[in-house]
Structure formats: C-alpha cells, structure tokens
C-alpha cells in the first residue's frame, strides 16, 4: 500500500527538529506526499513553542508547493485523568490534534494509568489520535485503547519514528494494527520527521500495514481525499460541541 499523506511532522518550532514549514512543505513534494499535517509539540515540552504559535497557525497557506498543509499540534497528555497542554480554545482552530506521552513531561505509571488516560483523551471532541501508542515505556491495554478510539470515532497513529526511537514498539504496533482491523478503527500514518529529509518516510509503517492487512478505507493516509473527508468530520463534530 501505498501512503499520500504524513499526519505527523514538526518544524524548528519545536526546539529539538530543525526545518521550517517550507522546506517540510518541500521535501513533501519531492517525495511524492500529497498532504503533511504539521504537529509541533505543545508548551509542556521544553523548546516547544507556546499556545500563540498554535492559534497563528492560521497565517500558513493551506497549499505549499502544491502540497496540502494541515495546522495541527502534538499534545502533550500531561497527567493520567488525561489532561494536556495546549487550551480548547486553541485547538478548536486547529485542523487536526495528536496526543501523546513523552516521558521528558510525564513520569510513566502502570498499564492502568496510561491506558485510562488514552481513553479519556480520546473521549476529548478536540483530539484526533493517539500518537505513538505502542510505546512501551508508556505500555497500554491496546484492546482498550482501540475500542476507545472506535467508541468516539478517533483514530490511531502508527509512527514510523517509533521502530527506531522506541525500541520494541513493533510488536505493539502490529498489535495495534490488528485490533484496528478488527474494531474496524482508521489508522492515520506519521513519519515523526524532525528534519525534512525524513517527511513522508512511512517505509516501516507501511509494512506493518501490510501484515495487519489493513484495507484502503481504514488508512486515512492511503488517499489526501479520505484523509480531508476526516478533517471535514472532525469540523463537524466540534461545530456540534460547541452548540451543546
Ligand atoms: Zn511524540
Ligand atoms: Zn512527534
């Protein structure tokens, strides 16, 4: 299978990567990505940048050398009832939000508390998916976590970053996919590039999409079209939020 769209890229905005949102927009093109989802990390990670960055977003052109750019963030959950970083009100201009743990903003606790806290941010209207999940150092149930994310309609990240950065999270990863096929949950694919060399290197997620033997209609990132048909449902369901 082949992938047109990365859900998961940071810019120099986040202290620890080092391309400016032109050059990912770039290197997108280069490589063939139709579609990037730029996600900086949130304040509680040292370097990052503060929530005015993310309500400025809007400034970005929605195409760049005719690749669609999506203004997203990476939240940090910041405690285990599923807090995070980054206000409603700024994510609620964002096209799209990710939510993860790193272990430089929270200390890791047990299966229990990491997996009740994928839960509760997925039950948050504002946040898309969980990224990285299969991190072990931050070990879930990952049948919870998938039937969470069927539950409110979200979506589960698999991060191609992980295989190196996080040493053991294959197997996760795989598991991940397996549950997504079977809960019929959408999966959303993100290279976690630092530098725009690595946008849209998805080459391992790939493969595990192949083993799980995902079809086309649960990888959003298999097609720009489907990815922005979810970008279009998220709107909807914030739009109903804020009527309640
Ligand atoms: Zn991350
Ligand atoms: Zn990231």
Avoid at 66 to 90: F, Q
Avoid at 167 to 180: Q, T
Wanted: proline residues 4%; aromatic residues 8%; negative net charge.
């Amino acid at each position: 299978m082949r992938l047109f769209v990365d859900s998961h890229t940071h810019t120099l905005a986040s202290g620890h990567s080092y391309s400016t949102v032109q050059e990912l927009a770039q290197a997108a093109r280069d490589n063939g990505i139709e579609m990037i989802a730029i996600t900086d990390h949130g304040p509680a990670l040292k370097g990052a940048p503060t929530v005015i960055h993310f309500w400025n977003l809007k400034v970005i052109p929605a195409i760049m050398y005719g690749v669609r750019v999506i203004k997203g963030a990476e939240v940090n959950i910041t405690d285990y009832s599923g807090k995070y970083d980054i206000p409603d009100w700024a994510l609620k201009q964002l096209d799209f939000a990710i939510a993860s743990f790193h272990d430089i903003v929270i200390k890791p606790s047990t299966v229990e508390d990491h997996t009740s806290a994928m839960e509760a941010v997925l039950a948050n209207p504002y946040i898309d998916a969980v990224a990285h999940p299969g991190n072990p150092i931050f070990q879930v149930d990952i049948d919870r976590v998938v039937k969470a994310a069927a539950k409110y309609g979200k979506l589960i990240e698999i991060n191609n970053h992980s295989f190196t950065a996080r040493r053991g999270s294959d197997e996760n990863c795989l598991e991940f996919a397996r549950k997504c096929r079977q809960y019929g949950v959408r999966t959303v694919c993100g290279s976690d590039a630092h530098i725009s060399f690595d946008v849209g290197n998805l080459g391992k997620v790939e493969a595990i999409l192949k083993e799980a033997d995902l079809p086309d209609e649960l990888v959003l990132c298999s097609s720009a079209a489907r990815f922005e048909e979810y970008l279009e449902e998220r709107k909807a369901r914030i739009v109903g939020k804020l009527a309640l």
